[in-house]
């Protein structure tokens, strides 16, 4: 029975990192392609398994900052690489602005759709 055990922990990771690398993103995986990796976890079991473990899973992707473009509040405008303000006040206000703005713009814009539609004059301001 003990002799099985090797074997059978051989299988259970073999079946783990295939699924894994198949659930993958592929522009998450690092080093190879996503077919390079799943070629090399099908043909070498134990040695392909262990090297997708090492150099090629995913890594989790940690929460943003601020200074790498966080905008708590405002998940529109998260982007890795947006300029962030150094004071979190200015931004959200300045976020808040935006948002009021483009709000404003959609309601005159259904505004002036609805005059068209029922033929209104003084569409234009």
């Known amino acids: 029975m003990l002799r099985l055990l090797p074997p ?3 299988l259970i990771l073999w079946l783990f990192c295939v699924v894994d690398v198949i659930t993958s993103r592929e522009d998450g995986i ?3 392609a996503k077919t390079w990796w799943l070629l090399i976890v099908l043909f070498f079991p134990l040695a392909g398994s262990i ?3 090492v150099a090629g899973r995913p890594v989790a992707e940690r929460p943003m900052t601020r200074l790498e ?3 708590p509040g405002f998940p529109e ?3 890795r690489g947006r300029f962030a303000s150094e ?6 206000e300045f976020l808040r ?3 009021e703005r483009a709000e404003e713009q959609r309601k005159r814009h259904e505004q002036q759709r609805r005059q068209e539609e029922s033929g209104e004059p003084g569409g234009a301001g």
Not at 87 to 92: G, L, N, T, V
């Open 30 to 32: 690092r080093h190879l």
């Open 87 to 92: 004071d979190p006040a200015k931004d959200e």
């Open 8 to 10: 059978v922990l051989v």
């Open 69 to 71: 473009g966080a905008a």
């Open 77 to 79: 405008y998260e982007r």
């Open 97 to 99: 602005k935006v948002r």
């Open 51 to 53: 090297a997708w473990l």
